[in-house]
T-cell receptor
Framework: GEDVEQSLFLSVREGDSSVINCTYTDSSSTYLYWYKQEPGAGLQLLTYIFSNMDMKQDQRLTVLLNKKDKHLSLRIADTQTGDSAIYFCAESIRDMRFGAGTRLTVKP | NAGVTQTPKFQVLKTGQSMTLQCAQD?????MSWYRQDPGMGLRLIHY???????DQGEVPNGYNVSRSTTEDFPLRLLSAAPSQTSVYFCASSYSGAALQYFGPGTRLTVT
């Protein structure tokens, strides 16, 4: 079974903020990641955060990490139709474990 | 750099046939891995390699073999394909360890 959990679907309107949430179980994870997968394509590394950080911002993307609750979130500001994709949360210790992915739909 | 490349992009096999999925990277990465992606599930690790000549099993290794004779190449072999192996297969690589892996475009395999 999966050790990383995330909701399967999220729908937002263009211009709104999107927040995708993830919970993980292994407190010894060294890195936590967000990958983006567009239809028919491979996984693109969007951003990552070291386990000793609380927040990381990269242009429209903000990653928040709550180690106490083992909770990771990805906020996309000013969401565009091009952001429609599946977003995977992942953790790595010895190997990498993925959540099932959240399908983000952006409506015009 | 081409990054991580995979061939073929699509493949249809009959039950019992064998084939090799190819993966290559030109970034001089030590770590390479194979995952399968099934609907509604995350990626699951099949096999990985921490360097030439070294391979190990992941979460779902049964029915698959790998070898790593060079740093660049990491082929995945299906010895006797089964319908349960219908999936999308992704190869990935990183400079060191499982962190910060870069993924290939995937191979969509159908076994009838």
């Amino acid at each position: 079974g999966e050790d990383v959990e995330q909701s399967l679907f999220l729908s937002v309107r263009e211009g709104d903020s999107s927040v995708i949430n993830c919970t993980y179980t292994d407190s010894s994870s060294t890195y936590l990641y967000w990958y983006k997968q567009e239809p028919g394509a491979g996984l693109q590394l969007l951003t990552y955060i070291f386990s000793n950080m609380d927040m990381k911002q990269d242009q429209r993307l903000t990653v928040l990490l709550n180690k106490k609750d083992k909770h990771l979130s990805l906020r996309i500001a000013d969401t565009q139709t091009g952001d429609s994709a599946i977003y995977f949360c992942a953790e790595s210790i010895r190997d990498m474990r993925f959540g099932a992915g959240t399908r983000l739909t952006v409506k015009p | 750099n081409a990054g991580v490349t995979q061939t073929p992009k699509f493949q249809v096999l009959k039950t019992g046939q064998s084939m090799t999925l190819q993966c290559a990277q030109d970034m001089n990465h030590e770590y390479m891995s194979w995952y399968r992606q099934d609907p509604g599930m995350g990626l699951r690790l099949i096999h990985y390699s921490v360097g030439a000549g070294i391979t190990d099993q992941g979460e779902v290794p049964n029915g698959y073999n790998v070898s790593r004779s060079t740093t660049e190449d990491f082929p995945l072999r299906l010895l006797s394909a089964a319908p349960s192996q219908t999936s999308v297969y992704f190869c990935a690589s990183s400079y060191s360890g499982a962190a910060l892996q870069y993924f290939g475009p995937g191979t969509r395999l159908t076994v009838t």
